[in-house]
């Protein structure tokens, strides 16, 4: 089958698929999603695609086999998702509700990020920078204002001495690994 003969199968079968999948799915982006695979593996497999009416129909046949496969692959996710909320409820560590979190939490997404990297992760400034593609001297740089963010924030919310809650561990030089 040929590229016109395809965009021929397409055009005369794009809606009544969409509507197939529409009513099928629970979401129209999982329709959508359908009808771009069913459309893919035809493409892939156009020499095996019947001729005139009869395309539609094995092209139903695909589309109901990608719902299958939609389907299947939704419950494992669930149940993986299942699993570790279930693993995560036993170890994770109880939410930090002192003054110093709250604070935390308040904070711009990148001045939480780059102070995570370093007090939780332990990283150095070489390796946040390789984490989030920069160079070290900006990572020195957005730390030092990130810091400055977070001590200015402490200070409005009345936190002049606050206690360190988590441990970070050791950071390890660029020395120490040669």
């Known amino acids: 089958m040929g590229e016109?003969?395809?965009?021929?199968?397409?055009?005369a079968t794009?809606?009544?698929l969409l509507g197939y999948a529409l009513r099928r799915c629970d979401s129209p982006e999982d329709a959508a999603d359908v009808v771009a695979e069913t459309f893919a593996?035809?493409?892939?497999?156009?020499?095996?695609m019947p001729a005139g009416g009869e395309a539609r129909l094995w092209l139903y046949g695909v589309a109901r086999r990608v719902l299958a496969n939609q389907r299947r692959g939704a419950r494992r996710h669930g149940l993986r998702t299942a699993a570790l909320v279930a693993e995560l409820?036993?170890?994770a560590p109880t939410r930090d509700d002192s003054a110093v979190a709250e604070v935390f939490r308040r904070l711009p997404d990148r001045d939480r990020e780059l102070l995570a990297l370093v007090a939780w992760e332990g990283l150095s400034h070489t390796e946040i920078a390789t984490?989030?593609?920069c160079s070290a001297n900006a990572v020195s740089v957005?730390?030092?204002r990130a810091r400055g963010r977070f001590a200015r924030a402490l200070?409005?919310?009345g936190v002049v001495r606050p206690q360190v809650a988590v441990?970070?561990?050791p950071v390890l030089q660029e020395s120490d690994l040669t």
């Open 4 to 11: 016109d003969e395809f965009a021929e199968v397409y055009a």
């Open 14 to 16: 794009y809606k009544p």
């Open 41 to 48: 593996i035809a493409w892939r497999r156009a020499a095996e």
């Open 89 to 91: 409820s036993v170890s």
């Open 131 to 133: 984490v989030l593609g």
């Open 142 to 144: 957005r730390l030092h």
């Open 155 to 157: 200070r409005s919310a």
């Open 167 to 169: 441990q970070a561990r």
